[in-house]
C-alpha cells in the first residue's frame, strides 16, 4: 500500500508541475501578445501622421500627383492589391512608407490572431485540467471522509461485539 501511496504522490507532483507549465507558456504567448498590440499601436500612430501630412498635402495644394497616387493608393488598400502596386509604380515616398506600415500592420494582426487562439486554447486546457485535478481532490476527501466513518462504525461494532 505504501508504494501506491508514493505512486499516487507522484501523479500529484506531475500534475501541479505540467500545470504550472501550461500556466508559464500561456504567460508567454501573453506577454507576446501585449508586445504585437505595442507594436500595432505604433503602426498605427504612423499611419496616421502619414495620412495627416498627405491630407494637408493636398489640401495645400500644388501637390496634385501626390494626391492622385493617395487616392490610387487607398483604392488598391481597399482591393488588396498593394504589393503589387508598390512593384509596379514607383511611388512618392509617403506613399511607400504608407504601403509600408500597411503592410507590417498586416503581419502584426496577422500574429495577434495566431497568439491570441493559441492563449485561448492554453486557457481552455487550464482551465479543463483543474477542473478534473479539482473534482479528483474532490473524490478523494469523499473516498477519505467515507473511510473513516466505516473505520468508526467498525470500532464501534468490535467494542461492542466484546
Known sequence: MASQGASLQNYNNELVKCIEDLKEKREEVNRQILQDEEEK????????????RCVHLCMCGGHEQLCRERFEWFWLLMHGLVLSYIAQTKPQPRVYLHARCVCRLSRINDSLARKVASRNEYDKTIMETEAAYMKILESSQTLLHVLKRESVSLTKKKQASN
Open 41 to 52: 499601436q505604433k503602426i498605427q500612430n504612423d499611419l496616421r501622421i502619414l495620412t495627416e
